[in-house]
């Protein structure tokens, strides 16, 4: 009866990990959400390291705690699936990054997360997998030479990487 019952448990477990929740296209122009490696401005994997440049001295070093998704600026940003669209979120506190200084809170599947340099149509309601959420902000106009990219950050801050 234990043998059976463990099976069983270890059964659910394999199953609900190979049903986990997969990200759809968030982007146009990159259906199958290639990854920001490495460039000039850093690397786009969750817990790198920001690298300090020459020219930008008072950067403050940090740990990512994000997942980057290439972007075009000014590209159509869509539902990765079924998403309730829960306010407004404030990327930075430094009026030189206002053209940037926007996103979302979005909810659906089970996941809680947040989408950055994203300027949504609106904040709530909910919203089908692959229609319009919004439009990439101009990354290139606060950070020129950087891989335009949506920061993809669990609400909880865990590593997004396995839902893509």
Not at 5 to 12: G, N, R
Not at 67 to 83: E, R
Not at 129 to 150: A, C, D, F, N, W
Request: proline fraction near 5%; charge should be positive; include cysteine.
């Amino acid at each position: 009866m234990k043998a059976a019952l463990l099976f069983t448990m270890v059964l659910i477990a394999v199953m609900s990990e190979c049903q986990s929740v997969r990200f759809g296209q968030l982007c146009s122009g990159n259906s199958s959400n290639r990854r920001r490696t490495s460039d000039s401005w850093g690397q786009g994997k969750y817990g790198a390291g920001s690298v300090k440049p020459l020219f930008c001295p008072s950067r403050q070093e940090r740990t990512h705690q994000g997942l980057d998704i290439v972007c075009n600026d000014g590209a159509t940003v869509y539902a990765p699936f079924n998403v309730k669209l829960n306010g407004k979120v404030i990327v930075y506190t430094d009026p030189k990054k206002a053209a940037i200084n926007e996103g979302i809170n979005l909810s659906g599947e089970g996941l809680c997360f947040k989408l950055f340099y994203v300027k949504p149509d609106k904040y709530s309601g909910e919203v089908k997998k692959g229609q319009r959420i919004g439009t990439m902000l101009p990354m290139q106009s606060v950070y020129p030479g950087i891989t335009s990219h949506i920061h993809v950050q669990m609400c909880d801050k865990s590593d997004p990487t396995k839902f893509f």
